[in-house]
C-alpha cells in the first residue's frame, strides 16, 4: 500500500517562507510524479506544483511561480515544496500526490494523497 506523509507545515508571518516535505513509502517512488496541491477554506482544491520522475522538469501555478520551488530525493523517497514571501492568501491545506503516470495541474491525473498538512500565514 502506498502512503504519503506531508510533515512541515504550521503558523507561518507573512512574508516568511515555508518548507513542506512529503515522504512516501509502499511503492516505487522512483517511478511517481509528484505534485503538490493545496486547498482553502470554503474552495476548491487547487493546483500548486509538480516534478517529473527524474526531477528534470517542473511546473507551477501562476498563484507561486517564481517564489516556489518544488524538488525531489529519490534516495530519500521524499518530495518537498518551498514557498518563500508568503502571504495570507497562501493560507490552506496543502496536499502531497503521487501520479503513475506522466505529471498533471489535474488532481484527478494523480493516484495517491497525503493526508494534508495545515499552513496558516498570519498577516
Known amino acids: 500500500q502506498v502512503r504519503l506523509v506531508e510533515s512541515g507545515g504550521g503558523l507561518v508571518q507573512a512574508g516568511g517562507s515555508l518548507s513542506l516535505s512529503c515522504a512516501v513509502s509502499?511503492?516505487?517512488?522512483?517511478?511517481?510524479?509528484m505534485g503538490w496541491f493545496r486547498q482553502a477554506p470554503g474552495k476548491e482544491r487547487e493546483f500548486v506544483a509538480s516534478?517529473?520522475?527524474?526531477?528534470?522538469?517542473?511546473y507551477y501555478a501562476d498563484a507561486v511561480k517564481g517564489r516556489s520551488s518544488i524538488s525531489r530525493d529519490n534516495a530519500k523517497h521524499t518530495a518537498y515544496l518551498q514557498i518563500h514571501n508568503l502571504n495570507p492568501e497562501d493560507t490552506a491545506v496543502y496536499y502531497c500526490?503521487?501520479?503513475?503516470?506522466?505529471?498533471?495541474?489535474?488532481?484527478?491525473?494523480?493516484?495517491?494523497w497525503g493526508q494534508g498538512s495545515q499552513v496558516t500565514v498570519s498577516s
Open positions: 509502499g511503492g516505487s517512488f522512483a517511478s511517481y510524479g
Open positions: 516534478i517529473s520522475v527524474n526531477g528534470g522538469a517542473t
Open positions: 500526490a503521487a501520479t503513475r503516470s506522466h505529471v498533471s495541474k489535474l488532481r484527478f491525473g494523480y493516484d495517491y
